[in-house]
T-cell receptor
Framework: GAVVSQHPSRVICKSGTSVKIECRSL??????MFWYRQFPKQSLMLMAT?????????EQGVEKDKFLINHASLTLSTLTVTSAHPEDSSFYIC???????????FGPGTRLTVL | QKEVEQNSGPLSVPEGAIASLNCTYS??????FFWYRQYSGKSPELIMS????GDKEDGRFTAQLNKASQYVSLLIRDSQPSDSATYLC???????????FGKGTKLSVIP
């Protein structure tokens, strides 16, 4: 199956710092990548949809200046949480999909804790 | 607004029994349907996809789709304790890359 990696798996940072999370499709070229956030005991919330070489499309209520997404290649997308605050602490998960298929394959997730 | 509804559970079944998970969706134009399994603290894992009416079997898993009733289900035969997880139903519509997820059903398989 398609493999998606995410790095780092866990990060703890101080309030006000920025954190970058990488998402890579390892064995396929992903035309579209997605970024989700999941708070404890809640379902996945889509934050943004990212296509290679173009600006990300953010969901309503997600601040694009706070959550910077770069999709530089067909195998790499990054999410930068700028000026992180404790309320940004969450489980961030990326996924990637193939052009001809609708299946999304998820990365293992990044658990962010902002102190 | 597109909605995907699932019974939150928990659904408890004894080991070896059949677990039946259900999902309904609001967007009649939906084209693709997926079941993901999510263990606590982990990311979702795709276990089944189904695109046309009827049944699709993969090992112990069977997905069933009825577009007229806007209903999709997942059956797990010979349930094992390792099947204990939250099962997410996901749907996307025509021409859309985005998935709409249900809130998930928590399944507990009792040894």
């Amino acid at each position: 199956g398609a493999v998606v990696s995410q790095h780092p798996s866990r990060v703890i940072c101080k309030s006000g710092t920025s954190v970058k999370i990488e998402c890579r499709s390892l064995d396929f070229q992903a035309t579209t990548m997605f970024w989700y956030r999941q708070f404890p005991k809640q379902s996945l919330m889509l934050m943004a949809t990212s296509n290679e070489g173009s600006k990300a499309t953010y969901e309503q209520g997600v601040e694009k200046d706070k959550f910077l997404i770069n999709h530089a290649s067909l195998t790499l997308s990054t999410l930068t949480v700028t000026s992180a605050h404790p309320e940004d602490s969450s489980f961030y998960i990326c996924s990637a999909s193939l052009w001809d298929y609708n299946e999304q394959f998820f990365g293992p997730g990044t658990r962010l804790t902002v102190l | 607004q597109k909605e995907v509804e699932q019974n939150s559970g928990p659904l408890s079944v004894p080991e070896g029994a059949i677990a039946s998970l259900n999902c309904t969706y609001s967007d009649r134009g939906s084209q693709s349907f997926f079941w993901y399994r999510q263990y606590s603290g982990k990311s979702p894992e795709l276990i089944m996809s189904i695109y046309s009416n009827g049944d699709k079997e993969d090992g112990r898993f069977t997905a069933q789709l009825n577009k007229a009733s806007q209903y999709v289900s997942l059956l797990i035969r010979d349930s094992q304790p390792s099947d204990s997880a939250t099962y997410l139903c996901a749907v996307n519509g025509a021409g859309s890359y985005q998935l709409t997820f249900g809130k998930g059903t928590k399944l507990s398989v009792i040894p």
